[in-house]
């Protein structure tokens, strides 16, 4: 059985935000002297994700 993915779609806002939780997250994982292994790849997806424009309607 395939796994299900999720594509999750935000703005420039948020996806500023986003890379900025993600790196203060690597900060505190290096300051407790944990793996940041998992929050590298994250970043870099985030980073290199697609942008895709969309239309948005507002009823």
Excluded: W
């Amino acid at each position: 059985m395939r796994e299900k993915k999720n594509h999750l779609y935000v703005d420039s806002q948020e996806r500023s935000i986003l890379l900025h939780s993600l790196v203060e997250l690597k900060n505190q994982l290096i300051q407790q002297g944990r793996y940041t292994d998992c929050v590298d790849e994250l970043i870099f997806k985030v980073v290199n994700a697609p942008i895709k424009r969309m239309k948005i309607e507002y009823v």
